[in-house]
């Protein structure tokens, strides 16, 4: 298996512009976490899906911010308008079972200027 | 929410030294993980350790679990300049016997091994 596969690597937008960022899990992996890492705030956990249901989006900033996983194998996370402060590093991880060990995707570094 | 916190914040040895790190956590857990991060990339799992359960190796990982305490350790032996990475524990969150499922992450240990 390949492994978490996220795109794109990098992303550089314009404030006030739509960013999409995708995720394919590992195949037969029923968790999806979407995380974002920041100096000042460390690894956030956004939001978690099982069985492709969102279970906790506690941590989604605000509603710029919507994640939808529509089949086992992909998941995307879209912000809109995006603004300055959401540059950061954004991962995805998927795993077996609760509380299991999770695999990590490269992460997208997002830029928005 | 739950979270790890590691500490030190940061940690700089000498290659052949023992680094250790450690965890706290606020509430009950069913397992508590460590990830290891290197520079620009995506986390990876370096070993699960379980809330019934009170230490475990791994090749020169070895990790330990106090419950009551609320804390765990991550001792790397013999350490070697490719150690250099920021180590995470993560803590799934006990609710009554079951799991939630979420995974929270502390802020790292950033340790760095000088050759």
């Known amino acids: 298996d390949a492994g978490v596969i996220q795109s794109p690597r990098h992303e550089v937008t314009e404030m006030g512009q739509e960013v999409t960022l995708r995720c394919k899990p590992i195949?037969?992996?029923?968790?999806l976490f979407w995380y974002r890492q920041t100096m000042m705030r460390g690894l956030e956990l956004l939001i978690y899906?099982?069985?492709?249901?969102?279970?906790?989006d506690s941590g989604m900033p605000e509603d710029r911010f919507s994640a939808k996983m529509p089949n086992a194998s992909f998941s995307t996370l879209k912000i809109q308008p995006s603004e300055p402060r959401d540059s950061a590093v954004y991962f995805c991880?998927?795993?077996?079972?609760?509380?299991?060990?999770?695999?990590f995707g490269q992460g997208t570094r997002l830029t928005v200027v | 929410s739950q979270q790890g916190e590691e500490d030190p914040q940061a940690l700089s040895i000498q290659e052949g030294e023992n680094a250790t790190m450690n965890c706290s956590y606020k509430?009950?857990?069913?397992?508590l993980q460590w990830y290891r991060q290197n520079s620009g990339r995506g986390l990876v799992h370096l070993i699960l350790?379980?809330?019934?359960?009170r230490e475990k190796h791994s090749g020169r990982l070895r990790v330990t679990l106090d419950t009551s305490k609320k804390s765990s350790s991550l001792l790397i032996t013999a350490s070697r300049a490719a150690d250099t990475a920021s180590y995470f524990c993560?803590?799934?969150?006990?609710?009554?016997?079951?799991?939630?499922?979420?995974?929270?992450f502390g802020r790292g240990t950033q340790l760095t091994v000088w050759p």
């Open positions: 991880a998927s795993s077996l079972g609760e509380g299991g060990k999770a695999f």
């Open positions: 195949s037969g992996h029923n968790s």
């Open positions: 899906f099982n069985n492709n249901v969102p279970i906790d």
């Open positions: 509430t009950s857990i069913n397992n």
């Open positions: 350790i379980r809330s019934n359960e």
């Open positions: 993560a803590t799934d969150e006990d609710n009554r016997g079951s799991t939630l499922g979420r995974l929270y």
